[in-house]
């Protein structure tokens, strides 16, 4: 048994971390989050009862609680995820990225290495410092053929993706020049349960059913590739606690699509298991609507996630087609959950960006 800190554990892919952990196996959980728009308690209330499991709400910009958290949980490990993660609110305002997602991380790196110096030897070497990282690091692929591999070079396009490739030169100058045990993960776009309704796939499910426009941005033939949050939330456990320190491990799908498909999948998801409509919908499909790009729109990602693969035995369980269809029908059973993250900070959010 091993005493995780997760930073970011009631967000989207930080609470599939921490649900993961504690009903799969026996480590326990110390989840620090500061609970932005994106942190949502209700993500974790199957697991918040469970003596193995803790919380406390703290901004990782906050150098002196950071400091007590690891002074008194005296972690394993570190799971790094805590971020501000939508490209489009980084184009609106990009400061609070630079914040936590470089500031942040430089806070955790430093109490980290405060920390792991004063461990005994065996403690010492057995510490990991995982920081959780995304594939728009390498920004846009040419063509259909290429994939992102461990060596392709950074260029990021956006405010939210310089952010996040900032963090990982960090990481890898601490572990480099300080020799502090790190390993970094980059991964596709995530789905699933309990992900929140302004990224791609949970706004489309979500507007749907209310009889909302399904907002396309630009010809809609940008392609990601798609990967169920559980799979990832399981691949990040298997580096943490298997991963070669130094290294950096791709994680993806298989399962390039384009926006616009995506969405006509999703729409007839919807006729199959909802078709009972909002009273001004014929079909879902008639709800897609195409709307202005977002700058700097990168076209195409897809990963190469033959390393984690063969270095740790990782593959997806899900395909598209099972984690969508899995995906729709959470949303159909859980709409108290949606009800809960709809607030008046959402409402504000969606009314600036689509007006
Ligand atoms: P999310 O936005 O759903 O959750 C982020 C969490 O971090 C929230 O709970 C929020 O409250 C917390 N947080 C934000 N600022 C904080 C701060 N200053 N201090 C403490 N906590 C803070 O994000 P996500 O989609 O779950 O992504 C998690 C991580 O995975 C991020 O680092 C992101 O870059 C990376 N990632 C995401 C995807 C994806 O498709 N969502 C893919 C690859 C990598
Ligand atoms: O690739 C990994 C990244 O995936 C993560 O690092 C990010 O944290 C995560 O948010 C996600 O970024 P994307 O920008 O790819 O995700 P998003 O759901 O915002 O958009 C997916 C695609 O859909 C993208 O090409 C933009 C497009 N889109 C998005 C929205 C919100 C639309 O066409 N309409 C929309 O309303």
């Known amino acids: 048994m091993k005493k995780f800190l997760v930073t970011g554990g009631a967000g989207f892919i930080g609470s599939a971390v921490v649900r993961h952990l504690i ?45 007590l958290a690891f002074e008194t949980y005296q972690p394993d490990y570190v799971m790094h995820l805590a971020a501000e993660s939508h490209v489009d609110r980084s184009i609106d305002g990009p400061s609070e990225f630079i914040q936590t997602n470089i500031v942040g991380t430089y806070n955790m790196l430093e109490v980290a290495r405060e920390y792991w110096l004063q461990l005994d030897e065996k403690r010492r070497g057995a510490f990991r410092f995982h920081h959780i990282s995304t594939d728009e690091v390498y920004g846009d692929l040419e063509g259909t053929e290429d994939l992102f591999t461990e060596e392709t070079p950074y260029s990021p396009s956006s405010p939210y993706s ?32 309990y992900h ?87 079909s879902y499909a008639d709800l897609i609507a195409y709307v202005k790009d977002r700058p700097g729109h990168d076209v195409r990602y897809a990963i190469d996630a033959s390393k984690i693969q063969n270095d740790l035995g990782w593959t997806p369980q899900e395909t598209f087609e099972s984690g969508i269809e899995k995906t729709v029908k959470w949303y159909l059973e859980r709409t108290d959950w949606v009800e809960g993250v709809k607030s008046g900070e959402y409402k504000n959010w969606v009314a600036k960006q689509y007006k």
Request: with cysteine; hydrophobic share 35%.
């Open 23 to 67: 009903n799969d196996t026996d480590h326990r959980v110390l989840n620090i989050d500061k609970l932005t728009y994106a942190g949502n308690l209700a993500s974790l209330s199957y697991v918040e009862s469970n003596a193995r499991y803790e919380f406390k709400q703290i901004d990782i910009c906050d150098l002196v609680s950071l400091k």
């Open 162 to 193: 310089a952010s996040k490739a900032s963090s990982d030169h960090l990481v890898r100058a601490w572990q480099r020049t300080f020799g502090l045990p790190t390993i970094i993960t980059n991964c596709s776009n995530n789905y699933g349960p």
């Open 196 to 282: 929140f309704p302004e990224k791609l796939i949970p706004l489309v499910i979500t507007n749907a059913l209310e009889g909302k426009e399904l907002p396309i941005y630009g010809n809609g033939m940008q392609i990601r590739d798609w990967l169920y949050v559980e799979d990832h939330a399981r691949a990040l456990v298997e580096v943490v606690t298997k991963g070669e320190i130094g290294e950096t491990y791709n994680i993806g799908g298989h399962n390039e699509k384009a926006n616009i498909d995506v969405v006509k999948t999703i729409c007839s998801l919807l006729e199959k298991l909802q078709p009972n409509k909002p009273e001004n919908v014929k």
